[in-house]
């Protein structure tokens, strides 16, 4: 039995296919016998017959001023579907402009503890990519410091460079010696309690100033993250 959900693909009715199909039983025929074997009402059958003949899939001679309908060689269906295809392509540049591009929805996390601590900077080395930090809190290595220490090694292990804009309190101190790091002391009048690490692609890492444990706030939105990289940028350039 004929699948007739590929001739609706193409772009016909329901009516239109019986009709169609018809004719292929008949071969040319007058409207009145068509509708007969299609059970379609001879009104109905006669403006069918004209959009078929529209779509170039049906035909007509006339015989002694008589309209005889036959189908036409069904390759044109194939005709049909190119249409639709160039049709469809046609649009698709004006479609585009006119979809309005997704709000993003930031996701928000926050981790607490030495755990915590460390799965955020483990997710730092997961994303595989340089990183930027603006302040130093010192909270890895007052809190996990043996812990911090192998993470270093792992991050240089991995190539990952980093680049810290430090207080401006913070110079020679040790958290300056690590491999891969440039480094530049933001003015003394800028205060930056906090330490704000911009790495992946689209991640924003907070340490809070709490002395007594360690608070992040992860957040994941590509519109923060080049708020914060910008905001680098500018404090990099003012920055000895």
Do not use: C
Not at 69 to 90: M, Y
Not at 154 to 170: C, G, H, T, Y
Not at 187 to 215: M, V
């Amino acid at each position: 039995m004929m699948n007739i959900e590929i001739l609706k693909q193409v772009g016909l009715t329901n009516t239109e296919i019986k009709i169609y199909l018809a004719l292929f039983e008949l071969g040319p025929s007058l409207a009145s016998k068509i509708a007969g074997k299609a059970s379609v009402e001879r009104a109905v059958t006669y403006h069918i017959l004209e959009n078929l003949i529209k779509k170039g899939i049906v035909g007509y001679v006339i015989k002694e001023n008589r309209k005889y309908f036959s189908s036409t060689n069904p390759e044109k269906l194939l005709d049909l579907l190119k249409e639709k295809e160039i049709a469809v392509k046609e649009i698709i540049p004006e479609l585009k402009r006119l979809r309005l591009p997704l709000k993003e929805e930031p996701s928000i996390e926050v981790y607490k503890g030495k755990e915590g601590l460390k799965t955020v900077l483990n997710d730092v080395l997961d994303e595989k990519k340089d990183y930027l930090i603006i302040g130093y809190t010192g909270a890895a290595e007052r809190l996990v410091k043996y812990w911090f220490a192998h993470w270093q090694r792992r991050r240089v292990k991995l190539r990952i460079k980093r680049k810290v804009l430090f207080p401006f309190l913070m110079k020679g101190q040790e958290s300056l010696k690590y491999p891969l790091t440039q480094s530049k002391f933001l003015p003394k009048n800028y205060s930056t309690p906090a330490s704000t690490l911009i790495y992946g692609t689209d991640k924003i890492l907070i340490f809070l100033p709490i002395q007594e444990d360690f608070t992040g706030i992860v957040i994941k939105s590509k519109e923060v993250w080049n708020s914060y990289k910008n905001t680098f940028d500018i404090l990099w350039k003012m920055s000895k």
